[in-house]
């Protein structure tokens, strides 16, 4: 019997933004958030009402405890969190700008989460979740988290649960493109829902059109395919049905991180509650919007009634 809705692996760092423009070099105050890919989607899904789950080692240290108290606060189970003495936890800095996409420098290399193995996997623990969601971030740290991932999708797959994944590509912590090709496309082949952005899907499958990338992931057992497409919405494609979501309207964007994680939570708790494909891709492209409103990661994530009043309910 399932205890709990969602399960996460993933490293949370401690969100450093700074409060005005300009270089990095230059900014003399920042204000403290949170940030991490699977953090951002168990974030979410809590504030509709998911009960979720999130495995993760931290630094003992201010931020591993304070990004421990957050998850608490939002009422995520964290009992597989461990924070580890002389292990330190990761943090980010990002500048402020007043368009396009800002100055982001990362300070995690060596950090607890990094540690992770398969070892880390609780087969027990796991087997109580009725959905794991998978990012291509914590795998890209190095083998050993790399390994966990695949573990954690393997055992999620026997044990009966569904599986999503969303590539999110960062380059920059692959060897080469090659490398970051072959890895994700094979987590995704593990996958039952896959949920590359148009470009995403471009880089690793070589298919041009949304259609082609989703076919490519077909291929490779995915039971859905929804193809991020920004302003536009997305494309989906599950089962033989397919179809397009017009992009939920925005008057103004301030930050696109934590967009695709928002999204992804709205896709994995509509499924979950029995919406059907269309519906939960409305959601998505629902809290995608919001996210890219304010510029936290998850400060513009909503709860259950905020929701209810965006999607005319």
């Known amino acids: ?111 607890a989460a990094s540690a992770m193995t398969a070892n880390d996997l609780a087969p027990d623990w796991l087997s109580q979740a009725r959905h794991l969601h998978v990012t291509g971030i914590f795998p890209a740290l190095n083998a050993g988290t790399y390994a966990l991932t695949i573990a954690a999708m393997q055992h999620m797959r026997r044990a009966g649960g569904t599986v999503s994944f969303d590539p999110n590509l960062r380059p920059a912590l692959w060897g080469s493109t090659e490398l970051m090709r072959s890895r994700l496309n094979e987590l995704a082949g593990l996958a039952d829902w896959v949920l590359p952005g148009l470009e995403e899907g471009r880089i690793l499958t070589g298919a041009d059109s949304e259609e082609g990338i989703a076919a490519f992931y077909q291929r490779l057992g995915a039971r859905a395919v929804i193809v991020k497409l920004g302003a536009h919405g997305a494309f989906a494609q599950a089962g033989e049905q397919s179809f397009r979501v017009p992009g939920y309207p925005v008057e103004k964007v301030v930050d696109t991180v934590g967009a695709g994680d928002g999204f992804a939570a709205g896709l994995i708790s509509g499924r979950l509650e029995g919406l059907g494909w269309q519906a939960s891709v409305r959601r998505a492209t629902i809290i995608g919007a919001c996210a890219v409103q304010v510029a936290g990661d998850t400060e513009g994530y909503p709860d259950r009634a905020r929701l209810a009043q965006l999607d005319g309910g």
């Not at 003399?28 to 974030?43: D, L, R």
């Not at 999130?54 to 998850?71: E, F, H, I």
């Not at 608490?72 to 700008?97: H, N, W, Y």
């Open 1 to 111: 019997m399932a205890t709990f809705d969602v399960a996460l692996f993933g490293e949370m760092m401690v969100l450093l933004v700074a409060a005005d423009p300009g270089p990095l070099e230059a900014v003399h105050t920042f204000h403290k958030m949170t940030a991490g890919a699977e953090t951002n989607v168990g974030i979410a899904l809590a504030r509709l009402g998911a009960k979720v789950a999130w495995a993760s080692r931290l630094g003992d240290d201010t931020m591993g405890k304070y990004l421990k108290n957050v998850m608490q606060q939002e009422a995520i189970d964290c009992s597989q969190v461990m924070l580890v003495p002389r292990e330190r936890t990761g943090f980010m800095l990002k500048g402020k700008v007043t368009d396009g996409d800002p100055p982001i420098e990362y300070y995690r290399s060596g950090s």
